[in-house]
């Protein structure tokens, strides 16, 4: 991302206009590489938001007329469901305790359910929906509930079942490197004929941002508002730097460090993986509870230059939460476990 | 900006966490520096989005029960205009022809008026509303009826009166000179108190960006989602930048140049100002009628490296617009005039 930023200011990118045959270029050019990156049909359209939270405002404003259904186990599907419910949508709430996975032979999605969200993975718990599951709920839901996947901290490495889904939506600042400032929604048709109907029965939808006008200015890879040309820029280049990787590779390669980090906690005195269901553990978000207090820990790791997170909420003082994205090395997992290995017990 | 960006790098400002003490540190200091530069009183707080277009729809949906009244000269105050709509609100239009002011003899703001919207430089025309007619619109309108000011490509040239005016709306990639990607708002109790009673009506104000999330989270200089926290760093620098300048010093330069900007085109065979009156022209954007077609002038200036804006919408082929912000040099509009002098009147 530094040796891009300079190039960007070297080509004059922060002062391109956004109304300019370069600008829709780049747009072009990143939802391109985006879409190959994570395997995104043609038939799915990339639009640029402010933020992840964002995207959740405008996907409910264009997906939901009156219901939808919120699979919640942890602070962030929270907040999915919460942004539906101050838009005044009956939004239900199917929970588990944070740690814990949705149990999918119990979860009946009612008849009326028009939009189902799922925090595929849970930042603040380490909790991950398996991709094949989401096929199961899209095979079991009714034919025309919509499903909309927030991807915020897995993409790239998850690999997204495009035709078990109708939305994603992700920010930047997670696996993919960037700094924060973008957020980023890929729909299908069929969620755009949502947004029509929903639009027509009078509901406000997202004006600039709704998906129809979104939709009307990304048919010339514009934008309605001035968008983050910057932002969207290096999100092209980080994308081609990955390609150039592989995303087979890079996928491998956070399994492996994913399973180094478990195998670390579940085999280390004063440790221990916070999701004991090995099948939804999150690859790259990795809870540990933690003997010791955290914070403890995480100045001992501030010390050798790693950042951690600590618990979320309540869990703050207990756990320590590993991000483990694309741009972590195999090393920095060695010295982390090292560094954990010598402190933690104490 | 370029320089700034390399040391952002070198502090690692791009992966900061907004939820760091470091991150509290640069919303403050950005906001104060912003504060000296416009002459925000403390009374105002200052609140971080995505861009100009989103803060005119949380001002809207946070200053707005029921009614609005919009002065609508051109594109951009009808894009506030249309948002209001979009919002359901009963959104009155004052309207003049692009290029003319507003007569303010003539403006009776309605008794129901909540929200009294003005597009105080008008983008698409060059036609700016003086600061004083807003103290007489203040003065004379209801008690109640709020004032909102749309700086977007005034700022920081304009002396706000905040007096006179509850909330102000801009963002950052014009007279400040950074890339696009932060929209910001500066609002005063009573804006406050309006959007918690619209609120207790049961009105969507923004979810997380609703005034009294974005006011909670300000508090302790936090924001309710993750912001863009390179840009706001970049902004607190380059308004210390400005501030180090001098503002009067910045406002006295564009003042100079606008005014050069002016009698060139009033003096030039194959040019004259679109605004006539001469009270309500804009410092920062001056627009001239031009004979030859706009885009041969455009394509002239930019072979000299000078980049001009054709007029806007209708106007594309018979007008230039001149940005004149504090980055361009009086250099920079003498090469201006100078060329357009040479090839204005083929």
Chains 1, 2 share one sequence.
Not at 311 to 316: K, L, P
Request: charged fraction near 25%.
């Amino acid at each position: 991302v530094r040796a891009h930023l300079g190039e960007a200011l070297e080509l004059g990118i922060p002062s391109l206009s956004h109304r300019s045959a370069a600008y829709e270029e780049i747009y072009r050019d990143t939802a391109t590489a985006l879409g190959e990156l994570l395997g995104v049909p043609g038939s799915f359209r990339v639009f640029f938001v402010g933020s992840a939270s964002e995207a959740m405002e405008r996907i409910i404003q264009n997906g939901v007329d009156r219901t939808c259904l919120h699979l919640v186990g942890g602070a962030f599907a929270a907040r999915f469901h919460d942004t539906a419910m101050a838009l005044g949508k009956e939004a239900r709430r199917l929970e588990v305790a944070p740690g814990r996975g949705f149990d999918l032979d119990r979860v009946a999605v009612p008849d009326d359910t028009e939009l189902l969200c799922i925090t595929q993975n849970e930042t603040s718990t380490g909790v991950e929906v398996p991709m094949s599951d989401i096929g199961r709920l899209r095979a079991t839901a009714p034919p025309e509930t919509l499903i909309v996947l927030d991807v915020v901290s897995s993409v790239p490495v998850v690999d997204i079942d495009f035709a078990s889904v109708d939305g994603i939506l992700f920010s930047v600042q997670k696996g993919l490197g960037l700094p924060a400032g973008l957020g980023i929604m890929a729909v299908n048709e069929r969620m755009l004929r949502r947004a029509a109907a929903v639009e027509a029965r009078g509901h406000y939808t997202g004006g600039l941002h709704s998906f129809a006008s979104l939709r009307a200015r990304q048919e010339r890879w514009q934008n309605p508002a001035t968008p983050n040309v910057l932002f969207i820029w290096l999100l092209g280049r980080v994308c081609r730097d990955m390609l150039a990787r592989g995303v087979a590779t890079l996928r491998l390669e956070t399994r492996e460090k994913a399973g180094a980090l478990y195998d670390f906690f579940s085999g280390t005195r004063g440790f221990a993986p916070f999701v004991r269901d090995v099948r939804i553990r999150s690859r790259t978000v990795v809870t540990a509870d933690c003997e010791r207090p955290a914070g403890e820990l995480i100045d001992a790791l501030a010390r050798e230059g790693l950042v951690v997170a600590p618990g979320y909420g309540e869990r703050r003082s207990t756990q320590i939460r590993v991000a483990n994205f694309p741009a972590h090395t195999p090393e920095d997992v060695t010295r982390l476990t090292g560094t954990l290995a010598r402190c933690g017990g104490q």
